[in-house]
């Protein structure tokens, strides 16, 4: 059984999404992200799992700068895809709800909701869902928005279920462990990297010029700040496809030459199912077959 830290307390979307890709492992709430990937660095854990992205609000950027900068690297290994729809509770006394908490990633997706529904209570931001319940529970905040388990944790009044300004927003999760083995390609994987470009005329179009060159399709770019160096960006990059594949290892090879640093942050099988789309010309047997023709060459046995 493995220990797997979430970016907890209990009762968070992360909790939810931790237990559709374990089995049986213990769960251990941490009170930041921050947390739950130290836990992993200081073998506190085996695993964490993590927010990285949602469709709404974009990228998780606690998430993003703790996979770029902290030491050892992490790795992903597998996705869960959630729907996101909120529950909006009160504490059982009543009363005017004069402040309503939640994550901000949260309280972005409800903005429409609370103007109409709660319009004089003052957003406030929480360091997650759940910790907003807790809040609430304690009598720091009138009202929370959170997931639906959190009712399950704490005594709460329900005001309003499956709210959501945006119909389908998902957050993508992430489960992270120290480099080890590799999970099997599926054919429809997701590799993601975290590299720093110099500041250079046309470096980020040679970067993604290593991945279209290959017929690689993008599936997220994202840029952070390298703290302490104003001006200068690492990039996120998310493509479809397996390391293990020639296609990939090629290009990945094409971005450690490009970029002073690249970090790989994981391959790992999309929770939304979708195959890699390959342009004819860009398959692995193509990659294959050219490095044995080179191979075939440098043995004599063609020209
Ligand atoms: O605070 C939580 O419950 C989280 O897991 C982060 C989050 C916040 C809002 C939407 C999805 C995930």
Redesign the pocket.
Known sequence: MSRIAY?GPR?????Q?TRALTDGDELVPAETIHAALAAVRKGEADGACV?VE?SVEGA?TATLDGLAEDEPPLVAVAEAL?P?HFTVVTGSGGGPIRTVA??P??LA?VREWLLVNLPEARPTAAS????AAVGVVEGQFDAAV??PVAVEHYSLDVLATGVADVADAR?R?VLVRPPGELPEPTGHDRTSIVAAAANRTGTLARLLAELASRGINLTRLDARPIKGNFGHYRFFVDFEGHVSEPRIGDALAGLRRQCAEVRFLGSHARADGVAATIDSGAGNDVFTGATDWVDAIRRGELA
């Open positions: 970016f009762g968070t979307f992360t909790e999404a927010p949602n998780v959630l996101v939640s994550h990633h949260a997706q997650s869902t759940a910790a959170v997931a957050t999760f």
